[in-house]
């Protein structure tokens, strides 16, 4: 069964600071990895993924994430963060495409800008 | 333009009650989801179906019954509402294809507050 692991729960950051929030997964198999974001009182929407090819993933608002399987990583990145990225991120990862493939959720990781 | 809409958006009931949380969408998706999220922003899956047919059925009180009329509808229904009901539930959608890798969409979430 696969795992994901978020490192951080709270990463507070100074505005146009750059930011890195981490994220490791365990799987026996092949994944597809995920991250989405969660502003306050609102649903998750996805910020990028990975499928296959390139392991550098760039996403919306200009976030970045880089798939590394030997160190079975997915950490997202942003080189300069605005207060308006203040938000829970999610990272997730699936084995699978059909239906039957569970998506798993890391526990969250809170991004808090300090202007 | 609402991807995957659920409704209400917040609910407050007491304790016994039953209550039903409505969900469709509109992206021809194939699959649809029901999650939650506790006070704590962990999400679990709860149910999947696959154009109608349940196919994951995550060890939830049976209390919780997801019905599927039609591909593009998810509801659930609780019965006997407990304090512990308390939460967010998103229902989300995806369509099975390796192109897409079980991408998930979500909506906006409905806040359930049992007293």
């Known amino acids: 069964a696969q795992s994901v692991t978020q490192l951080d729960s709270q990463v507070p950051v100074f505005e146009e600071a750059p930011v890195e929030l981490r994220c490791n997964y365990s799987?026996?198999?092949?994944?597809?990895l995920f991250w989405y974001v969660q502003y306050p009182n609102q649903g998750l929407q996805l910020l990028l993924k990975?499928?296959?090819?390139?392991?550098l993933v760039k996403g919306i608002n200009g976030f970045e994430a880089e798939f590394n399987k030997s160190q079975t990583s997915f950490h997202l990145r942003k080189p300069s963060v605005h207060i308006s990225d203040t938000a829970e991120y999610f990272c997730?990862?699936?084995?699978?495409?059909?239906?039957?493939?569970?998506?798993?959720f890391g526990s969250g990781t809170r991004l808090s800008i300090r202007p | 333009d609402t991807a995957v809409s659920q409704t209400p958006k917040y609910l407050v009931t007491q304790m016994g009650n039953d209550k039903s949380i409505k969900c469709e969408q509109n992206?021809?998706?194939?699959?649809m989801y029901w999650y939650k999220q506790d006070s704590k922003k962990f999400l679990k899956i709860m149910f999947s179906?696959?154009?109608?047919?349940?196919?994951i059925n995550e060890t939830v009180p049976n209390r919780f019954s997801p019905k599927s009329p039609d591909k593009a509808h998810l509801n659930l229904h609780i019965n006997s509402l407990e304090l512990g009901d308390s939460a967010v539930y998103f229902c989300?959608?995806?369509?099975?294809?390796?192109?897409?890798?079980?991408?998930?969409?979500f909506g906006e979430g409905s806040w359930l507050t049992v007293v």
């Open positions: 990975y499928l296959s090819g390139s392991t």
């Open positions: 989300a959608s995806s369509h099975d294809d390796r192109g897409s890798g079980n991408t998930i969409y």
């Open positions: 992206l021809g998706h194939d699959t």
């Open positions: 179906y696959n154009n109608k047919e349940l196919i």
């Open positions: 799987s026996s198999v092949s994944v597809y």
């Open positions: 997730a990862v699936s084995t699978g495409y059909s239906s039957a493939s569970k998506i798993i």
